[in-house]
């Protein structure tokens, strides 16, 4: 096999990965934006302050650990702050460093979104596998590159 080439296992393993990736974070979002007026992005993103210590991130920190663009993340932030869930917080030692701080209100949005989202991902997702799958499933999926990044913060 040259280095072009995939093989048939490993190409329907990948389409397979996409589409049921696509398919679950798709309905996942919809159902976040329809009981609590998330979508999964925002969701993600308090979710990674909620966890970090003082619940505050630098903004670039953000970006990577949800995978956008520092162009993505500003807008994805700036709607955040427009519903009083996040804030913008300077650093006192270097005045380039930007923090996004989950507020109360965004705090208070997570613990309520919470619960739904993981009975959404037990249904969607870990009622598909017997326990045994879903353990084999995790180690396969960790051996990918970057599987472990952000893997702290709970969904």
Same mark, same amino acid.
């Given at each position: 096999?040259?280095?072009? &080439? ?5 190409? #329907? ?13 798709? %309905? ?16 993600? #993103? ?16 953000? =970006? ?14 700036? !709607?955040?702050?427009?519903? !009083?869930?996040?804030?913008? =917080?300077?650093?006192?030692?270097? =005045?380039? /460093?930007?923090?996004? #701080?989950?507020?109360?209100?965004? #705090?208070?949005? /997570? $613990? $309520? ?8 991902? $037990? ?6 596998? &017997? ?7 995790? %180690? ?16």
């Amino acid at each position: 096999m040259t280095t072009q &080439e995939v093989s048939e296992p490993t190409q #329907v393993a990948w389409l397979r990965f996409l589409r049921a990736h696509a398919a679950i974070t798709r %309905e996942l979002s919809s159902r976040l934006e329809a009981l609590h007026e998330l979508t999964l992005s925002d969701y993600d #993103v308090l979710v990674q302050l909620y966890f970090a210590p003082e619940r505050r991130m630098r903004r670039i920190d953000i =970006a990577r650990s949800v995978l956008l663009t520092a162009s993505g993340i500003t807008r994805l932030l700036d !709607g955040l702050e427009g519903c !009083g869930l996040v804030e913008k =917080a300077r650093c006192d030692s270097d =005045a380039r /460093v930007t923090y996004a #701080v989950l507020t109360d209100a965004g #705090v208070k949005k /997570v $613990e $309520e979104a919470r619960d739904s989202h993981l009975a959404d991902i $037990e249904e969607l997702f870990g009622a598909q596998f &017997e326990p045994k799958e879903r353990r084999q499933l995790a %180690e396969l999926l960790g051996r990918l590159p970057l599987a472990h990044t952000s893997e702290a913060c709970s969904p």
